[in-house]
C-alpha cells in the first residue's frame, strides 16, 4: 500500500521540507551563519590561493562536514530543549557530548585546511 501522493509527490514533499530546514538553518542560527560566512570567506581565500581540484574537494567537504555536524548539533540541542525545557543533567550531557561531534569535524577541518594553507606560505 502506497501512502497518498505517490512516490514522486512524496519525494517532491520531502524536499520541500528539507529546503525549509536549511532556510531555518541559514537565516536563523547564529551557529550555521557564522559557519556558512566562514565557508564563503575560505571559499574567496581558495581562489586567492589558486587552489587545484584536488584541494577545493577537500576544502569543501571539510566545510559540509562542519556545517552537517553543527546543523545535526542545533537539531538535536532543539529537540532536548523542547523534550526537558528546564535544565537537566543528562539532558545537558547530551548537547555535550553533540557538540563534541561538532567539535571533531572542526579539528578535521582545521587539519585539512593547514594541509591545504600551510605549504602555499612555506614554497
Known sequence: MQKKGGFFLNRIKA?????????????SEHSIIAQVV?????TIFGFLMHLSATEWLFQIMAIGLILVAESLNTAIEKMADFIHPEYHKQIGRIKDISAGATFFAAIIAIIIGLIIYVPKFIM
Open 15 to 27: 524536499i520541500k521540507y528539507a529546503a525549509k530546514g536549511f532556510w531555518i538553518l541559514i537565516t
Open 38 to 42: 566562514i565557508f564563503i570567506m575560505m
